[in-house]
């Protein structure tokens, strides 16, 4: 006896371990043993096996037996079915008088192919040319010319809106509509249409409809 207490004194931590062990099998042991009492089954309970499926059922194939209330000829496969057809509701009838006759309608022509309606003709705007008189202008040779700017309404956009240059001497054309008549520092006479004249100021600007 004293062998084995001074070989477990010794050998204390085996001996602690051994002891854990012990003590950790026993719980498990009880909870396993609590676990199948609770389920009311037990290692030694036998179970009766399962009812096996019906795999075929004898109903499946009930539409390939012969049907009896049909006529002979007739092919059960096929959808037949009649369908009723909605009648007419019936007319009252009327009186012994005439029924009223229908209003006539006017009924719109369409034109004719070879006749076209009229279109009025559309009128042309009237030309305009914007004349300012900018003064003298003398060139390299020392002559003195009238310098004009014009805007000519039946030109492009830039001759609209920009206009254009002019240095001409006695007689000159501004747009081959008007003609320089005579010019000083202070103004200039120009010539349109038949016979007509328009004088313009140092730095004046007029409008000049041109008869075409």
Same mark, same amino acid.
């Given at each position: ?43 030694? @309970? ?6 096996? %499926?019906?795999?075929? &059922? ?5 539409? *390939?037996?012969? $049907? #009896? ?39 719109? @022509? ?6 076209? %309606?009229?279109?009025? &003709? ?5 030309? *305009?040319?914007? $004349? #300012? ?62 016979? #007509? ?16």
């Amino acid at each position: 006896m004293k062998n084995v207490v001074e070989k477990l004194k010794q050998e204390w931590e085996r001996a602690i371990l051994m002891a854990i062990a012990l003590l950790v099998l026993l719980v498990l042991l009880f909870a396993a043993y609590n676990t199948l009492k609770d389920n009311g089954g037990s290692t030694g @309970q036998g179970s009766s096996l399962p009812a096996l %499926p019906n795999y075929f &059922d004898t109903s499946t194939f009930s539409f *390939v037996k012969p $049907v #009896k209330d049909l006529p002979p000829g007739v092919n059960p496969m096929v959808f037949r079915r009649q369908l009723t057809i909605p009648k007419a509701p019936e007319t009252p009838k009327q009186g012994g008088g005439t029924p009223p006759k229908q209003g006539g309608t006017a009924v719109a @022509q369409p034109p004719k192919q070879g006749d076209k %309606p009229s279109v009025p &003709d559309k009128k042309e705007p009237p030309w *305009v040319i914007t $004349v #300012k008189y900018r003064g003298l202008y003398k060139g390299i040779t020392g002559k003195e010319m009238a310098f004009i700017d014009a805007k000519n309404s039946k030109g492009n956009k830039q001759a609209q809106s920009v206009g254009r240059k002019f240095y001409l001497p006695a007689n000159g054309r501004v747009f081959n509509a008007m003609t320089v008549r005579s010019f000083d520092a202070q103004r200039v006479v120009l010539s349109y249409g038949k016979g #007509k004249e328009v004088a313009l100021e140092l730095g004046k600007e007029k409008k000049v409809t041109i008869d075409e």
